[in-house]
């Protein structure tokens, strides 16, 4: 079975396959030849594991990224924020990091954000003179904040799983969020040091005035799905559809960039880049089923139980397990399959249920962004056209950041439970 | 072990979790080991639909949903969505543990590879709102979220003036957070186990109205594994129903006190607005059994059985 | 990749195919904007949308991968194979096709066994009451779409190997 779950999958990897066809050739071998499972499951698999509500703001959240790109509306939000921010150091990618948590967090879709962030603000970025891989590798890195910062569907899910308060949950993600969106901008002033743009880029109030006037109605976008989604009018998945709405009447109607022909080209752009990612997150179950099903999750917990080892290591073994599963299954599944086993090795070393739960979904964000099937990754590459191995590579700082960020979170508890206390009380 | 008997429910920490537990302790010790059994509670195996779905092509062995995830397959299990059968929990446990009703169930579905192995009261149906169910005008306005969409689901929410709404189940607390819609029916033990308290108050008990849950195995597993095992499969599943009721009826008076621990208030509708929904019941059953013929058969069998469990 | 270019006909057919998902996608588009209308003015739900929402996407999904096949568009990982040379690359593309079209139709012919059941017996969805062999009829197409098209590579691919 290993042979077949992990080192087919491998092999196929190395030989730069498909990375559907990597995963059905090796949920298709290992059911064919070391299971007992009627083969129809790998049907079954296929079609249940796209037959989610959540993934619906995918397509939604892609296609209104494609019309804002075409119909000139992501053009002038970039021209109002520039126009607003002057000379400031790494503006654009503060901007992007800006957007994309904020965009992330109220969504509650981290890949929705990368593919609709990534097409608004990656021309910019290039303007700017930054590489693909850091543009890559900020985007995907800071749709995963989505899930930490509240409203997050992982933690209700967690807090069904491990009988723990939602309330009490999203108040701690508040601060772990906001550490990790500091630590990216920090980088970010960082890389732009020195970059302070030419004197054309100075800040004027008439600059801001005509940018304000090209873009007022460009900002109706996410005033609309904020406003919409705060104001009780739509869910996050409805509001993309009332996005991709309201994008094209105002780019068609109003501002007169775009026309039918070019939404047909959008919806085009967004069937194929929908298809993409889907197919993988279709194969990507199947393989999530086998391990299920397989009980591997339970055969590695027993494996760290059985090490008793003292606290502090315990916890770094659960972060390292935490860390695998999530990339290798998706994080509504992992919180399910580990929750029930996890919680009482923490609750053992004294960690609070509530402090535990920020530590699981970082550790699962994380693996929305990192190979092999993080599947924002996936969102950056179709939306982009940037080769995965150099998002990969853009990555790497931002991995950094996270797992510095995890460290932190891991052995500090008050920065998950401060935000308890001051909002919710002991 | 010779076969693994993968059971899945949508749940945890509930009488479903209690019955597959037993199921598991009988049928391991009355087989000998020569059966496996596996517990994938809470959806670990995929959403209710994938795994009846599974069950009827024979990939996962037994599933333990609502019984009304079940009617697409067979008409006939509507019957166990009609409010009024049962006087109290008690009564639905004898009712649906008599081994002239479990025989019955388990003739529905037989063509789509389904049996039914067991049935219980999962617990009294209940509306949690941000806007109350006090009385049985409260409803008037109201957004609150369905488990399907047939005219018993439906039907009396709409006659005290409330829109029933589609959402998938997962969405319905932070829908609810932001006002998209107001509340949701659903069995008691769903409102402590997904916290509801956390975002709103008043937990309605709904007069004479069960969640029943349908243990069903895949046909195809049982022709498999011969018939001594699947009658021994039978046995289990039924016997599991004593450790499973007994233990329900303190849990349901449990999750009461849960939820009122968690801030919550149990609200209790005067007796003359229980009965108008009762009435509002009562007055979409003629249509309902116009859209299902099979319903008023099953439906005069059950009540014949019920009455006799009253009697008692 | 290194196959020769899908050929006008083919391309025409995409394209065609490409428009009727692109039509659905916007039908979907609208479909969720009227229920968002009607529950927050009229307070009425369409309760079959959400389900036929999910569906649509799944419909578009696997039959816009037949596209993606016809494109090689598929996303993978390119971690070593840039730098192999003509001989060993055209050899490794050979295995791929290979093995594409293998799992692929072995995965067909047991989607081919489920949506038979389902037509057989019938069953439909929960909320929206849509025959499931339809949506699960689309992973099959998909599937075999992908295989034909993997096989297609396949010979074109053998045929440009030989020159
Ligand atoms: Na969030
Ligand atoms: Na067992």
């Known amino acids: ?426 | 072990a010779d076969f693994t008997l993968k059971v899945s429910s949508p749940t945890n920490n509930d009488a479903i979790l209690r019955w597959m537990q037993g199921f598991e302790t009988r049928l391991e010790a009355a087989t000998d080991g020569a059966i496996d059994v596996q517990l994938f509670p809470a959806n670990q195996l995929g959403q209710i639909p994938a795994t009846i779905e599974g069950a009827a092509m024979g990939t996962i062995e037994v599933t333990a949903p609502a019984s009304s995830f079940f009617v697409q397959y067979d008409r006939r299990f509507e019957v166990l969505d009609v409010p009024g059968l049962f006087q109290n929990l008690a009564h639905a446990q004898a009712t649906l543990a008599d081994p002239e009703v479990l025989d019955r169930l388990a003739s529905y579905a037989q063509d789509q590879g389904l049996e039914t192995i067991a049935a219980f009261p999962h617990g009294p149906l209940g509306i949690v709102s941000v806007r109350a169910f006090d009385s049985a005008t409260a409803l008037q306005g109201q957004r609150i979220r369905v488990a399907g969409p047939t005219v018993l689901a439906t039907g009396p929410l709409s006659a005290l003036g409330a829109s029933p709404i589609s959402l998938p189940l997962g969405e319905v607390l932070p829908a609810m957070q932001n006002g998209v819609v107001d509340g949701l029916i659903a069995g008691l033990p769903v409102f402590t186990t997904g916290r509801y308290y956390d975002v709103a108050l008043d937990l309605t008990v709904v007069p004479e109205s069960y969640l029943i849950v349908t243990a069903v195995a895949s046909s195809a597993f049982l022709d498999t594994i011969g018939a001594d095992l699947a009658e021994a499969v039978r046995t289990a599943a039924r016997g599991a129903l004593e450790d499973t009721n007994s233990w329900n009826l303190g849990a349901v008076e449990a999750v009461q006190g849960i939820w009122e621990e968690n801030g919550g208030r149990l609200v209790t509708l005067p007796e003359a607005d229980a009965q108008a929904y009762l009435d509002a019941v009562a007055a979409v059953l003629p249509e309902a059994e116009a859209q299902n013929p099979a319903l008023a058969g099953e439906l005069a069998f059950l009540r014949g059985v019920a009455q006799r469990h009253a009697a008692e | 990749m290194n196959t020769a270019k899908a050929s006008p006909l083919v391309s025409r057919l995409a394209a065609g195919f490409t428009l009727l998902l692109s039509l659905a996608l916007i039908a979907m588009v609208l479909l969720a904007c009227v229920n968002v209308a009607l529950r927050y003015i009229w307070q009425v739900s369409l309760l079959w949308a959400d389900e036929t929402l999910v569906f649509g996407m799944i419909v578009l999904a696997f039959l816009g991968t037949i596209t993606v096949s016809i494109q090689n568009r598929h996303l993978r990982m390119e971690l070593l194979t840039r730098a192999l040379s003509g001989r060993s690359a055209w050899a490794l593309r050979l295995i791929e096709l290979a093995l594409t079209a293998g799992v692929l139709g072995f995965t067909a012919w047991y989607s081919l066994a489920v949506t038979q059941r389902l037509w057989t017996r019938g069953t439909l969805s929960n909320m929206a009451e849509v025959p499931l062999w339809l949506i699960n009829g689309a992973v099959l197409v998909g599937l075999t779409g992908m295989a034909l098209v993997a096989l297609a590579q396949l010979a074109g691919h053998l045929m440009q190997g030989r020159k």
């Open chain 1, 1 to 426: 079975m290993i042979l077949t779950l992990v080192g087919l999958p491998l092999l196929l990897m190395l030989a730069g396959f498909p990375i559907y066809l990597i995963l059905l050739a090796a949920a298709a071998a290992t059911m064919a030849l070391t299971m007992q499972v009627p083969l129809m499951a790998l049907h079954q698999y296929l079609f249940s594991s796209i037959n989610a509500y959540a993934l619906l703001a995918l397509p939604f959240f892609i296609f209104a990224g494609e019309i804002m790109d075409r119909g000139g509306v992501a053009g002038r939000l970039v021209g109002l924020m520039r126009a607003s921010m002057g000379r400031v150091p790494g503006k654009v990618p503060l901007t992007a990091i800006g957007a994309g948590a904020v965009f992330g967090a109220i969504t509650g879709v981290g890949a929705a954000s990368v593919a609709t962030i990534s097409k608004v603000m990656l021309p910019a970025m290039r303007d700017e003179g930054f590489a693909d891989r850091y543009s890559g590798g900020l985007m995907v890195s800071v749709g995963a904040v989505g899930v930490i910062l509240p409203p997050s569907i992982p933690m209700i899910v967690y807090a069904a799983a491990a009988d723990e308060s939602i309330p009490r949950l999203y108040a701690a993600g508040i601060v772990p969020g906001l550490l990790i969106v500091g630590m990216m901008a920090l980088h970010a002033l960082w890389v732009g040091r020195g970059n302070r743009g030419s004197e054309a880029d100075r800040f004027t109030l008439r600059g801001f005035g005509t940018a304000f006037r090209r873009g007022v109605w460009a900002a109706g976008v996410p005033v609309l799905i904020l406003g919409g989604i705060y104001g009780g009018v739509f869910s996050p998945t409805e509001a993309a559809a009332v996005a991709c709405l309201y994008a094209f009447i105002v780019s068609w109607a109003v501002m007169r960039e775009m026309t039918l022909r070019d939404l047909m080209a959008a919806a085009g752009s967004t069937v194929s880049f929908t298809a993409q990612i889907l197919v993988v997150m279709a194969c990507a179950g199947v393989f999530s089923w086998l391990i299920t099903v397989n009980q591997v999750s339970v055969q590695l917990v027993a494996l760290i139980e059985a090490m008793a080892l003292p606290g502090w290591l315990l916890l770094l073994a659960i972060n390292l397990l935490l860390l695998l599963v999530g990339c290798l299954i998706d994080p509504l599944s992992a919180i399910l399959l580990l929750t029930p086993l996890l919680v009482p090795l923490a609750g053992a070393i004294g960690v609070d249920p509530v402090h535990f739960g920020i530590i699981v979904t970082v550790n699962l964000a994380i693996g929305l962004f990192t190979p092999p099937f993080g599947i924002n990754l996936f969102v950056m590459q179709t939306m982009s056209g940037i080769p995965l191995k150099q998002i990969y590579r853009g990555i790497v700082p931002f991995l950094a950041i996270y797992l510095i960020a995890l460290l932190l979170i891991t052995y500090i508890p008050a920065i998950s439970l401060s935000g308890v206390r001051l909002l919710i009380g002991p």
